[in-house]
């Protein structure tokens, strides 16, 4: 192997510059490689689309968030839309990216995503292709690893918003909804509530009773605490209840389409609770932008030299991994297709529950 390509797919994440640079600098000072980056992920490898990856280009990134590749989201070589005859059509385009490749000679590429653009990586592995994935999402919901680095940064940030939402709370005796990442997987609500001391954690996961949830207010109350703070997954879900959520501004008089689960849970609430204002804070894409934590920058590192080693030793095909403390890697063909989940009766949950926190059930 003479030449590497790297690209970033899917929704961008704090340490994705940090896997690029460990990429870059491994690649070129360990094994003398050249290293190019495709741009907006397979878009790039589909328009041979790239930037050279030096020393000088990735300098002073490994802590910044976002990506110098630029990312797309939703884009599958094997799914691609493309005009034609001024139409939109979707095209299976693995062959010109097949065609771009050898065509640069690149020898093997090493692709940074989530489930997604992961399995249109392995799709591409079938095809021959040399490839390493590298795993990253905030959401901490790939079951093949551990820990994906960009989880611990958007952690990070929920809990910084609830230290900040507790001053305000306090002073003005309110209930404070906060909304956090989470479509899927609860674990941003389940660490952050935890770390950041919320009364009440609701995640996709366990439906949440509202009366559960108004009982827990009143407790507190009876306590002599006078505010409750709550943080809530954008993919919480009341008992039985089916939530339609939209996130646009329309001419709907309904709370419920002005925003997600926080602001229906707020409009919810009121009927409950007469005695507390409430208010909802949706912290949205602040979860991913921004600064790097130091855990994800050295987590991000460690992904992108193990890749880099990974191809160097000949084993395509694979994904690196984080298991335990240990950066090992796994095959492509086992890492797509089931998420990881909070466990609702699992540790992290119960001691949550042992000292208090309620999980609306
Ligand atoms: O998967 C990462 C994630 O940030 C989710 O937590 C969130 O639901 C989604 O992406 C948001 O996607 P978009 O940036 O496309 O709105």
Redesign the pocket.
């Known amino acids: 192997i003479k030449k590497i390509g790297v690209l970033t797919g ?2 961008d ?1 704090p340490g994705l510059n940090a896997v690029i640079r460990g990429v870059t600098r491994t690649a070129i000072l360990k094994y003398g490689l050249e290293v190019i980056g495709y741009k907006f992920g397979y878009k790039g490898l589909y328009n041979n689309d790239y930037m050279p990856l030096t020393l000088q280009r990735v300098s002073g990134i490994g802590h910044i968030g976002g990506t110098i590749l630029y990312s797309s ?1 939703k884009d599958n070589l094997f799914d691609y839309t493309v005009e034609e005859s001024g139409k939109k059509v979707k095209k299976d385009v693995s062959d010109v990216a097949v065609q771009n490749l050898n065509k640069e000679k690149v020898d093997a590429l090493i692709i940074i995503g ?1 489930d997604g653009t992961l399995t249109s990586a392995r799709d591409f592995a079938r095809k021959g292709v040399k490839i390493i994935g590298v795993p990253k ?3 901490n919901d790939l079951h093949a690893t551990d820990t994906t680095f960009g989880f611990n940064s958007a952690v990070n940030v929920a809990t910084e918003a609830l230290d900040r939402l507790h001053t305000t709370a306090a002073s003005h005796h309110r209930v404070m909804i906060l909304e956090v ?3 899927n997987a609860g674990w ?1 609500a389940l660490e952050s509530g935890f770390a950041g001391s919320a009364d009440v954690i609701l995640i996709p996961e366990i439906e949440y009773d509202i009366e559960k949830i108004v009982e827990k207010i009143k407790d507190r109350e009876n306590r002599g605490k006078l505010f409750s703070i709550i943080v809530v997954a ?2 919480a879900k009341p008992k039985g209840g089916k939530v339609v959520v939209k996130k646009t501004v329309d001419d709907s008089p309904d709370p419920i389409r002005l925003g997600g689960i926080g602001n229906k849970l707020a409009y919810d609430l009121e009927k409950y609770v007469n005695n507390h204002e409430i208010r909802c804070t949706v912290l949205g ?1 602040t ?2 932008g921004g600064i790097t934590s130091t855990f994800d920058r050295i987590l991000a590192t460690r992904y992108g030299v193990k890749a880099v080693e990974l191809l160097a030793e000949n084993r395509f095909g694979n994904m690196v991994s984080l298991q335990g403390r240990k950066m090992t890697y796994v095959h492509l063909e086992n890492v797509i297709g089931s998420q990881k989940m909070v466990d609702p009766k699992g540790e992290l949950v119960e001691t949550a529950k042992s000292i208090g926190i309620s999980f609306g059930d």
Do not use: A, K
Request: charged share 25%; aromatic share 0%.
């Open positions: 899917g929704g994440c989201n989530g999402t905030i959401d990442m989470g479509r941003i954008e993919g894409h979860q991913r």
